[in-house]
């Protein structure tokens, strides 16, 4: 009894494990606002102190004409209003972030106010949870349209990142195209936060620049790239310079080399492998798991779910189709059993069978009440006889047999 | 948590006092007055100009002050709680393997330093057994929204599954490469058939729901009178039964508030009970003979001894769910969403898998038992579906390949311990005083 009280006690702290990353999105974004922000208000700084400073001393040594004078507070003021703009856009930007994080900390919050696993808060909160992770994994796959109308049926539009996934989609499927611009964009909008990655992307993407330039065999593009290299392949490499040996390396060679690296080097799966570079950079920097947290989930729970009678070539007595009383395991179920079918099953220390167990002269082994449910609503077995619900035949009540499993 | 939410509602009242932009306005304010002031006074003396911009230099470098002090402010804020939120328990979810890699770790391999990759999660799709069967994830996910009757967004995601898998062929048609066998078979995809199983049950829940209409639920429970009869379920029954003393209340809004002490609809219960229960008797009589006997109790069934099968206020969700169990039985799929049950599962399972991680990484163990896992995990009573057999010699659980056998006594064990026991001759059973032979096992499934 004891276990079973402690089975299905809610420890709310490590139970949002699997949730880190829906506070984590949104605060990572109100990060980078705010550091636009801050570099709006730096930029303008910057401008504005020294170019008021010179308008003031040209107008003492009356080098300038009022108009000219007249212009350049124009010119101040109009870039004063435009970091003024520039700030409420991003004011209204972080407000909504806030208030989604506002109601994301409730949602978890509401998480420990539920003391026990088998409450019907708990249900009703999975299942909001299991929402969440679909739309998740249907944004991370691609499937943007699901995800936003599963988002607005279920009301969760706040509990998911849709816009994140919708832009970081429009990136890959660019990079898809063979196309850097965008890609390169984004990097150049969180150039801060890129220094500190492990994975260099915008090096590899320049080089991927470069090697599209060298493809055709153009001698023009061939200078071209080289210039290319020099703007920004050299700057932009800091770790081992193998990398631009290879680049100048692939001057001489041309696509249908098949000396490697060249040959990989020019091979089209590198745009393939770049998109890759930048989801995982992207989720990065988010603090984003690499994985749908779905198959985290759904991994672990397959696993802890999953008994050796779940791919056994023998029909279980117990929670089979067949039987009624009991519900058909979500794991012998057809959606799931083949994707556990390579899982691990879970660790048992004890035996659970149902209370009263008997055994029929076939072998299987039933809970004496259950059978007796059973035999009973069954119209076709007489008094004093029972039915395998599994296989169907009909036994005398005396052939059965206590059995004793420790 | 509670920490997070407390810095939280400190940042939120930062940002909303936050005077950011009411500055910024001030120094435009300053600038178009000193605009103002130099354009109506260069005319007459234009050294006004410089001194009017001398005396500005001070304010404005102040007001960018402001603005800079404002910042700074809610940068403390948002540290605080970037804090807060770090002291979440926070483990390296992309460091995390799925069970079955976790089985096969072995102590040669190096795993990072976890201080180091801390914030980092890494790319662990190597290990991701799930990440390859892809099409079996969507076909599960499909197969979840049917259920959960959300056919819109269901056909939304498989035409969109579907226009993905015809951009990938063309893509493979295109690059010349064969590439791997098509990743998303469409028979992977739930069929048509099985779409209407579950448009036909969601029709049939939300008419017994919503509009307590139990005639759809009972024409399906005749049509598959057989297959249910097989299974010894009594839905039709219980149905049946639900219909009569709905019929009794009468409809609630016709009856007014108290509708059990006006038996006005008596009558429409007594006949349809006289034109559907005669087919309950034989399996039935007993319950039959309950309800017949609580028409004598008319007027005043409450205080009767049946007020219970009256008076049930849950009946119709109980009804539902028993019909949405039986439904999906006889389609071969469990009641609840498995999709469900085992993320939930997966959720609870998680902290318990995690802190085995990191104690073998630290101790670098090794795991030996390939199919198992190597920790119990605590799942509530409900996660339970099949019966477990652990033998009690071994302590190992039984599988196809070490069934449980049953020795004459009735005590059972696994075949190896058998044969370890018994070494080919007659043995004492480990619990009781009898002896037994080997060949007198029986092999018994759980």
């Known amino acids: 009894m004891a276990a079973e009280l402690t089975s299905i006690k809610l420890n709310a702290e490590s139970h949002l494990i699997l949730d880190q990353p829906l506070l984590r999105v949104p605060h990572e974004l109100a990060r980078r606002n705010f550091k636009s922000v801050q570099r709006a208000v730096e930029r303008e700084k910057e401008y504005v102190i020294p170019a008021l400073k010179d308008a003031a001393n040209a107008a003492l040594s009356n080098t300038q004409t009022p108009d000219q004078t007249l212009a350049a507070l124009d010119a101040m003021i109009a870039r004063m209003q435009g970091l003024k703009r520039k700030m409420q856009i991003l004011q209204e930007e972080e407000q909504k972030i806030q208030t989604q994080s506002k109601k994301r900390i409730q949602h978890l919050e509401a998480l420990h106010q539920i003391p026990s696993l088998a409450d019907v808060k708990y249900d009703q909160w999975s299942r909001v949870r299991l929402d969440r992770l679909l739309v998740d994994h249907m944004l991370r796959s691609g499937y943007s349209e699901s995800a936003k109308q599963l988002a607005k049926e279920r009301e969760i539009e706040d509990l998911v990142d849709v816009d994140v996934f919708t832009q970081c989609q429009r990136i890959v499927q660019s990079l898809h195209r063979g196309d850097t611009k965008e890609a390169l964009q984004w990097c150049s909008e969180n150039k801060a936060a890129l220094k500190k990655s492990q994975h260099n992307l915008e090096f590899e993407l320049r080089l991927q620049q470069f090697v599209e330039l060298v493809r055709p065999q153009d001698p023009l593009k061939k200078i071209e790239a080289i210039s290319h290299a020099r703007k920004y392949l050299v700057p932009n490499h800091d770790h081992d310079s193998k990398e631009l040996q290879r680049a100048a390396g692939m001057l001489v060679f041309n696509e249908s080399t098949r000396v490697e690296p060249y040959k990989t080097l020019f091979s089209p799966d590198r745009w393939k492998a770049l998109a890759d570079l930048f989801i995982r950079t992207h989720h990065e920097l988010l603090s984003l798991p690499s994985q749908p947290l779905l198959h985290i989930a759904l991994s672990a729970g397959l696993s802890a779910l999953k008994t050796p009678l779940c791919h056994s070539a023998f029909t279980s007595s117990s929670s089979n189709s067949q039987s009624t009383t009991t519900s058909v395991c979500p794991i012998c179920s057809t959606e799931l059993n083949e994707l556990a079918r390579k899982m691990p099953y879970a660790h048992h220390s004890k035996s659970y069978v149902e209370n009263d167990p008997i055994v029929l002269p076939n072998g299987r082994i039933y809970g004496k009440a259950r059978l007796s449910t059973i035999s009973k609503n069954t119209g076709s077995v007489e008094p004093g006889k029972v039915k395998d619900p599994t296989t169907g035949d009909v036994y005398d009540e005396s052939e059965t047999k206590k059995v004793y499993i420790m | ?446």
């Open chain 2, 1 to 446: 948590m509670d920490l997070v939410q407390k810095e939280h509602d400190r940042l939120l009242k930062k940002l909303r006092s936050s005077q950011g932009i009411n500055s910024v306005q001030a120094t435009i304010d300053l600038l178009q007055s000193a605009r103002d002031a130099i354009a109506a006074a260069f005319r007459k003396d234009p050294n006004q100009a410089a001194v009017t911009l001398a005396k500005l230099q001070n304010p404005i470098k102040t007001s960018f002050n402001a603005i800079n002090d404002g910042l700074k402010e809610t940068h403390g804020s948002l540290n605080k709680y970037t804090k807060s939120l770090d002291k979440v328990p926070r483990l390296a979810l992309g460091l995390f393997q799925d069970p079955h890699t976790l089985c096969q770790m072995d102590a040669n391999v190096r795993y990072p330093d976890l201080k180091l990759f801390k914030d980092r999660p890494l790319p662990s799709t190597e290990h991701d057994v799930l990440s390859q069967q892809e099409s079996l994830i969507n076909r599960a996910i499909a197969m979840h929204l049917l259920r959960e009757g959300q056919f819109s967004v269901a056909a939304s995601f498989l035409s969109e599954i579907s226009e993905k898998k015809a951009l990938m062929t063309s893509n493979e048609r295109s690059s010349a490469s064969p590439g791997s066998p098509s990743l998303l078979d469409l028979d992977e995809v739930p069929s048509a058939e099985i779409r209407k199983e579950f448009a036909s049950m969601y029709y049939i829940l939300s008419q017994l729901k919503e509009r307590r209409n139990l005639l759809p639920a009972i024409e399906w429970a005749r049509e598959n009178r057989e297959a249910l009869e097989a299974r010894g379920s009594n839905l039709e029954f219980e149905l049946c039964r639900l219909q009569f003393v709905w019929l009794y209340h009468g409809e609630p809004d016709t009856a007014g508030a108290i509708p059990s002490l006006i038996p006005g609809n008596w009558r429409a219960a007594m006949a349809y009970a006289k034109q559907e229960f005669h087919a309950f008797v034989p399996r039935y009589l007993r319950e039959v003979q309950q309800l017949m006997g609580a028409m004598a109790f008319c007027p005043n069934l409450p205080g009767s001894p049946y007020a219970a099968i009256f008076n049930n206020t849950s009946a119709w969700e109980d009804v539902a769910q028993f019909f949405t169990r039986e439904f999906c039985s006889l389609l071969g799929l469990s009641a609840d969403s498995p999709l469900y049950i085992a993320a939930t599962a997966g959720a609870i399972a998680l902290p318990t898998l995690l802190k085995l991680q990191t104690i073998m990484k630290a101790k670098r163990t090794e795991w030996t038992s390939e199919n198992e896992l190597p920790v119990e995990i605590p799942l509530p009573p409900s996660y339970l579906f099949h019966s477990i057999f652990v033998c009690p010699v071994s302590k190992e659980q039984a599988t196809d390949e070490n069934p449980p056998m049953m020795m004459p006594c009735g005590h059972v064990i696994a075949e190896e311990s058998l044969k370890r026991l018994s070494k080919g001759s007659r043995f004492k059973c480990p619990y009781c005083p009898n002896e037994s032979h080997m060949k007198d096992a029986r092999k018994v499934f759980l």
